[in-house]
């Protein structure tokens, strides 16, 4: 299931295909993600419900995470909260925060050499 987490196209056509239920699952592996290697944040399962009652509050609080895990590497985050605000741009806002945000997740796990220990 890795390799499918990495590739943005995939995890699009899943999320039609499953009708949204990938959404979830995509929203529980990136907090589980987050929290693991920060050590902080909101974690699988209270992210996965976040996403599931008020999703559009994933938009920020994914970015904001990202960008604490580039700051603790002493990197720029190519992502940022403000970036949630792309909800705004109906449909094509969904798709540009999703790209940016999953580049900024696979540079980070790519530079590292893979996602936390699961």
Same mark, same amino acid.
């Given at each position: 299931m890795d390799e499918i987490y990495y590739k943005p196209g995939l995890n699009i056509l899943l999320y039609i295909? $499953?009708?949204g239920i990938w959404g979830a699952v995509w929203s529980y592996? $990136?907090?589980d993600d987050l929290q693991k290697y920060n050590g902080e944040g909101l974690g699988a399962?209270?992210?996965l419900v976040i996403g599931l009652l008020a999703g559009v509050v994933i938009m920020f609080t994914v970015p904001m995470e990202i960008a604490r895990m580039y700051e603790r590497e002493g990197r720029q985050s190519p992502v940022h909260t403000i970036d949630g605000l792309w909800f705004l741009l109906p449909i094509a806002g969904l798709f540009i925060w999703y790209f940016k945000t999953q580049d900024a997740l696979n540079d980070f796990w790519l530079s590292k050499g893979s996602r936390p220990a699961q």
């Open positions: 295909v $499953t009708c592996k $990136t907090h399962i209270f992210g």
